[in-house]
Each structure stands twice: as structure tokens, then as C-alpha cells.
């Protein structure tokens, strides 16, 4: 197993990557209440790195006090505090030659955290909240977010990259997928504005190409700042553009203009193919790795190690990020190169919280 393509090192972003592998972010709801990292995070995510991953994305970590947190008990990188407290996190994992971005989000109109929600529209999210994170019922309508809301929310995306390079981390990944708020800006029916954010691809795609300048302008050039997108989202699982690859090829453009040094593009059902391709063996990785020719991170059920091959083959990505199958077990890299058995994620492990003391345990 060790000549699997995702073991193999490279050189990414002028950095020696141990392998292919990343931890997808997972949110694991056990900070303390002000959104300070704790010990057993700290060992949470040193596992990681010692179980052999090259790359850790943290878990979705917010950036304001305005209405970006998801929910309780939520990390957060907008004050001094919660800087330095992750710290010990980036240093425990820099004992290994692992990478460690911080993925920065902001909820929007899915908080399971606030009844005071902020989105590019007042239009009330389907679906109920996730109980496993605190949350309970219908979703509420939000507030359409003004000119000032959306100053103040870039503004906290660039704070808490800076907030997280103080603190040692590699790089930011910028959540713009599954739903959340700027996922609710790309997404034409959650976005009907008529100003510059909303409308066409370039105006839906803007705020994140000011938080992605904003972020480059206040940080070293050294430090990797990324985007995640998708099709999908939490509580729309299943949802796709319906202009399918023609939406697809317009985001692209506006990446490549924008400049980030990676895109991950995740798929929350783990089905890749059946959630993420256009036909013809075209997927949304692949059309963004082409148009872009920046490095392309694939999620979705990429601990199927033929499936990982594939991807990287016939590139469509760069890097495979992996979810349950590392929450389930940290060591999953080590332990597959060398064929050794392996703990398998079932749900009780997230149910009926998906706290880190919850699943210790029950593995
Ligand atoms: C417990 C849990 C928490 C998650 N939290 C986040 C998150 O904070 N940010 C995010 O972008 N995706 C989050 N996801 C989605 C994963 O990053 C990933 O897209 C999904 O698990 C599919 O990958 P897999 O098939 O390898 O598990 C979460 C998934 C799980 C299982």
C-alpha cells in the first residue's frame, strides 16, 4: 500500500508534503464556551499528525462576534485570547512534519448557535437543525445582511486569518461551502440581491474574492490561504446547480482571478461520483483544477483507496481530504500503508453528541 498514489511526497506551495493526505474539517463542538481551545483538542489534533496525515484542516472556526458562530462551545479566532490558545495546538502537530490550516466560517443562515441570523436574503433555510450540535426546530429567517453587515464580516474572515498565522498555523482554508454563509452568497436561490454581491457569478462570487485579497494583503506571502466550495449543502444534501457544469466553469474563472493557493471542493454525502461529475468523467474538481491549475484538494468518500487513485491519476485533484474515516481513527495514513487493521466510524460515534469526549467513549 505504501505506492498508492495519495502516499507519495510532493512539493506543494514551496512546502515538502509528507504525502497526499489531509484531515477534512470536522466540527467537534468542544471548546470552551468563549470559544478557547482546550488540552483535549490539542491531543485531538496532535493525533492526526502523528498517525502520519501531511496536511490537517481544523474544524469550521469563527471569526465574529456579529453572527458568525455556528454554534456552542465552537472555536473561535477573533480575539488575542483564542489566538493564543491554539498555539499549543500548531505546536503539538509541528512536532510531525504535518501542515495545519485553520478553517475560517462563518454560519449565515444555519447557525444551530444564534436565533439572530445574518444571509445575503431574508429567505428561511429549509430543513431543522442538528441536534448532535445543540441545535433544535426550524432554522429562523435571517436578517438580509447590509453593506455595513458585510464590511464587518470581511473584515473578521482577514482578522482571524491574521489571528490564526500569530498562532502558528500554516494557512487558512475560507469556508465557502455546504451551505453556509458564503456558500449562501454563490448559491442563486438563496441570493437575491441587486447590488454588487448578488446577480451574476462574478457579483455572488465577490465577497469572497475581497475576503481572499484582504487576507493576502494582511498576511505573509508564505502563509497558504484556501477555498472551499460545493454543490451541497447540510441541510440540502443532494442540491446541485441548475446549470450543472456551465456554473461550474463560471466559478472557475472567478478562482482563477481571485488567486487562492488551493481549492477543496467537498462533497458531504462521501458519493463523489454520483454528487460531484457532470458526465463524461468531468467532475467539479476537474473543472476547477483545469481552468485554475492550482493545487485541487477532492473530499468525499476518499478512504476508498481505488476511488483516491483515480482521483489523482486522472487529475482531477491534488490532495485527498478524509473525514469520518480519520475521525474514527487518527492514525488511518500510518496504519493503512503498513495494512494494519483499521477502527471504522459508525454513527454512534458522532450520536448523540459530536463532542470528542463523547466519542473516546465509545471507541
Ligand atoms: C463530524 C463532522 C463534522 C464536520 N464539520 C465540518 C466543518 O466544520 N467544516 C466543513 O467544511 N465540513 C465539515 N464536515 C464535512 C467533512 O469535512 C467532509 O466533507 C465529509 O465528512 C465528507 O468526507 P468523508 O466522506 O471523508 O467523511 C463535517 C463532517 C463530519 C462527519
Known amino acids: ?28 463542538v468542544s471548546a470552551t464556551a468563549d470559544g478557547l481551545v482546550t488540552d483535549e483538542m490539542k491531543d485531538y489534533y496532535s493525533a492526526f499528525a502523528i498517525g502520519g496525515f501531511g496536511v490537517i484542516i481544523t474544524e469550521g472556526i469563527y471569526t465574529d462576534v456579529y453572527g458568525s458562530q455556528s454554534y456552542n462551545n465552537q472555536p473561535a479566532l477573533v480575539n488575542q485570547a483564542q489566538s493564543t490558545s491554539w ?10 512534519p504535518t501542515l495545519i490550516f485553520a478553517q475560517l466560517m462563518h454560519a449565515g443562515a444555519l ?46 474572515f482577514i482578522n482571524g486569518a491574521v489571528n490564526a498565522y500569530k498562532a502558528g498555523f500554516d494557512g487558512v482554508e475560507i469556508h465557502g461551502a455546504n451551505g453556509y454563509l458564503l456558500d449562501q452568497f454563490l448559491t442563486p436561490e438563496l441570493n437575491h440581491r441587486n447590488d454588487q ?22 498576511v505573509p506571502q508564505s502563509f497558504i490561504v484556501g477555498l472551499r466550495v460545493s454543490e451541497g449543502k447540510v441541510n440540502d444534501l443532494t442540491y446541485r446547480w441548475k446549470h450543472g457544469i456551465e456554473t461550474a466553469k463560471e466559478l472557475a474563472e472567478e478562482i482563477k482571478v481571485s488567486k487562492p493557493d488551493f481549492v477543496h471542493v467537498a462533497v458531504q454525502t462521501g458519493q463523489w461520483e454520483r454528487d460531484s461529475f457532470f ?47 480519520a475521525l474514527a481513527d487518527p492514525h488511518w495514513v500510518m496504519k493503512t500503508m503498513n495494512g494494519l487493521p483499521l477502527i ?19 471507541v
Not at 21 to 26: C, E, L
Not at 295 to 316: C, M, Q, R, S, T
Not at 348 to 361: D, G, I, N, Q, Y
Request: some cysteine.
Open 1 to 28: 500500500m505504501k505506492h498508492h498514489p495519495i502516499f507519495q511526497n510532493a512539493i506543494i506551495w514551496q512546502r515538502e508534503l509528507i504525502n497526499r493526505t489531509v484531515v477534512a474539517p470536522m466540527s467537534r
Open 87 to 96: 498555539e499549543k495546538v500548531t505546536r503539538a502537530v509541528h512536532e510531525s
Open 111 to 156: 447557525s444551530q448557535y444564534s436565533e439572530n441570523t445574518l444571509a445575503p436574503s431574508a429567505l428561511k433555510p429549509i430543513g431543522t437543525k442538528m441536534c448532535s450540535y445543540g441545535g433544535q426546530g426550524a432554522f429562523p429567517t435571517p436578517k438580509e445582511m447590509d453593506l455595513t453587515d458585510i464590511e464587518r464580516m470581511k473584515q473578521g
Open 197 to 218: 454581491y448578488g446577480g451574476t457569478m462574478q457579483n455572488r462570487f465577490r465577497v469572497i474574492a475581497e475576503i481572499i485579497a484582504g487576507i493576502k494583503a494582511s
Open 279 to 325: 458526465g463524461d468523467g468531468i467532475s467539479l474538481a476537474s473543472v476547477i483544477r483545469q481552468a485554475t491549475g492550482i493545487p485541487v484538494i477532492a473530499n468525499g468518500g476518499f478512504h476508498n483507496l481505488e476511488k483516491a487513485e483515480v482521483a489523482l491519476k486522472d487529475n482531477h485533484a491534488t490532495l485527498v481530504a478524509i473525514g469520518k474515516a
Open 344 to 362: 471504522s466510524f459508525h454513527r454512534e460515534m458522532l450520536w448523540p453528541e459530536a463532542t470528542l469526549s463523547h466519542t473516546r467513549k465509545i
